[in-house]
C-alpha cells in the first residue's frame, strides 16, 4: 500500500482546489435561487459553516493519526460492520466521481465542443485521473502545486475584467429574504463545498508530515477556497443581476463571455473553463483515490494499481448513466444532494467520535 508523506503547504492547495470544484460553475445559480440578491450572505455563513466541519473531521482525524478513513472505521465500528460501511462509503466516492465526471462531459460537449461525442470526454479524462491515481499522490499534489500558480493568475484576470461591468444596484435591498430561503441556501451551499472535505481523512493526518501545520492548512484551504466562491457569487450577482443568474445552468462561465474592455479584451469564457477544469480535477481525483485506496484496503490488498483500470471502466460507465438529462441532474443537486452527503460527510464523523470516545473511556474505566 502506498506509504507517503506531504507536506503542510502541498495538502493547503489540494484543499483549496478541491474545495473549490464543481462549485465555481454550478453553485451561484443554485443558492441565487434560494437567497436571490442575498446568496453572497449565505456563501459567507456557509463558509463558517464550513470551518465548524473542518474542526469536526480535525478532531476524528486526531483520535486515530495514523490511520485513514477506512481503517478508522473497521478499528472503531468492529471488522463486519466496519467494512459494511466502509464498502457503502467506497460506493458513494465512486458514483459522485461519477457524477462529477458527467458535469465535465456535460459542460465540454454542450458549451465548447458540441460535435464530440461525450463518451469521449468521459474516456479521456478517466484515463488522465486513471493515470495520476496509478503514479501515485504525491504526484498528483506535485501536478497541483504546478497548476494553482495558473489558477490564481487566471481567477485574478477573470475578476480584473469582470469589475468594470458591476452594478451595485443588483444586490439590492440588501437582508429583503425569508429566514427559510436563506437556510436552504447555507444548507446547499455547505452541502456542496465543506460537507465533501471529509474524504480528506483518507490524507490527513495519516500522509502529512506536521500534524500541528496540517490543521491551520486544512482551516485555512477551507477558508480560501470558500472566499473564491463567495467572490464569484458576488461578481455573478453584481454582474448578471438576479434573474439572469438564476436563468444560467453556468453563471460563472455566463459572467466570462460578456466581460468587454475596449472591445479588445473580450469572451475571456476559456479562462473560467480552464480554471474549472483544473478544480474539477483535483476533485474527482481525491474521490477516486478514496475508492481505490479504500477498496484495497478493505480488501486488505498490498498493491492498488491492478484496481485502478477496472475501477476507471466502472467510472465511464456510471457517468453515462448517473444523469439521464442536465434537469434531473439540478433536482438532485438541489433536493437530494445535502441529505445524502450529510449521512457521510456529518453523522458519520459525529458517530465515530462518539464510539470512540465511548470505547475509549470503557477501556480505561476496566483497566482501573
Sequence with gaps: MENIKISSRQFLILVILYTIGTAILIIPSSIAQEAKQDAWIAAIIGVGLGLLLVMLYISLGNIFPNMTLIEMLEQILGKWLGKAVSISLILFSLTTAAELLYFIGEFITTQMMPETPVEAVYILFTFIVVIGIRYGLETVIRSAELLFPWFIFLFIILVALITPQIEVENIQPVFDIQLKPMIRAILLFTGVVALPLFVFLMIFP???????????????????????????????????????????????????????????????????????????????????????????????????????????????????????????????????????????????????????????????????
Design 206 to 368: 495519516v500522509s502529512i508530515n506536521k500534524s500541528k501545520q496540517a490543521k491551520k492548512a486544512f482551516f485555512l484551504g477551507m477558508l480560501i477556497g470558500g472566499m473564491f466562491l463567495v467572490i464569484i457569487i458576488a461578481l455573478s450577482l453584481l454582474v448578471l443581476g438576479v434573474e439572469t443568474t438564476i436563468r444560467q445552468v453556468y453563471p460563472s462561465y455566463a459572467l466570462a463571455k460578456i466581460a468587454n474592455i475596449g472591445n479588445f479584451m473580450q469572451r475571456i469564457e476559456a479562462i473560467v473553463a480552464f480554471i474549472w477544469i483544473i478544480t474539477i480535477y483535483f476533485r474527482l481525483m481525491i474521490y477516486f483515490y478514496l475508492t481505490v485506496i479504500g477498496l484495497a484496503q478493505t480488501l486488505n490488498l498490498n498493491n492498488y494499481r491492478p484496481l485502478t483500470l477496472p475501477l476507471g471502466i466502472i467510472l465511464v460507465v456510471i457517468a453515462r448513466i448517473v444523469h439521464p438529462n442536465t434537469a434531473h441532474s439540478i433536482e438532485f443537486n438541489v433536493k437530494i444532494w445535502v441529505p445524502y452527503i450529510s449521512i457521510y460527510g456529518l453523522f458519520l464523523p459525529l458517530l465515530l467520535i462518539v464510539i470512540a470516545k465511548i470505547r475509549k473511556k470503557t477501556g480505561k474505566e476496566q483497566n482501573s
